[in-house]
């Protein structure tokens, strides 16, 4: 099958709204069949990046945070986003260190996917650190308000086990990770 014969062509195209790091585009879409839509909505948001820090004694190291969005407590993996031209690894370690205080030599890629193709058109890295060593350098951005969270590799698989963790885009990451490490056998 030809895709490219199947994709939409954009007529038209405006900024509707756009502020701080969210820019929502309106745009005017030709599908193949000849129908309009008008308007597609997309969002435009930073490429970000999450780390499963992993220390010698197999603690998986969380941070728990308010969402606001969501009005939660979330425990979820560190992470933030990536500046524009900034290297996507380079900020993974920059966040890691900022949001906890660690770092690591035992740095990997693992994946990374569109986190929300049909309304966003950014990108999420996601990488394992193992063996992190506390380095004390945390430098926490202005309103973050992040509480570190240690779990022993059997706490941390119960929890994804029994589907506690609340960020949906993380939860592969956390799957993947733990395939990778050898916690889940398939």
Not at 44 to 70: G, W
Not at 146 to 164: C, D, G, N, T
């Amino acid at each position: 099958m030809d895709y490219n014969s199947r994709k939409w062509s954009i007529l038209e195209s405006k900024q509707g709204y756009q502020k701080k790091w969210l820019t929502v585009t309106e745009d005017r879409c030709l599908l193949p069949d000849g129908a309009i839509i008008d308007p597609y909505l997309s969002i435009s948001v930073p490429d970000f990046c999450n780390i499963i820090m992993v220390t010698p004694k197999e603690e998986v190291i969380l941070v728990r945070q308010y969402r606001h969005a969501a009005g939660i407590f979330s425990l979820e993996l560190p992470g933030g986003m990536i500046e524009p031209g900034e290297d996507p690894a380079l900020a993974a370690k920059r966040e890691m260190e900022e949001e906890t205080g660690f770092q690591s030599n035992d740095f990997q890629f693992l994946y990374k996917i569109h986190p929300n193709p049909p309304l966003e058109s950014n990108l999420a890295y996601f990488y394992i650190a193992k063996n992190v060593l506390p380095t004390g350098k945390v430098a926490l951005d202005p309103f973050e308000d992040i509480e570190l969270v240690f779990l022993h590799r059997e706490a941390f698989m119960q929890k994804l086990l029994h589907h506690e963790f609340q960020h949906g885009v993380q939860l592969s990451a956390m799957y993947a990770a733990a395939l990778r490490l050898g916690w889940i056998k398939v």
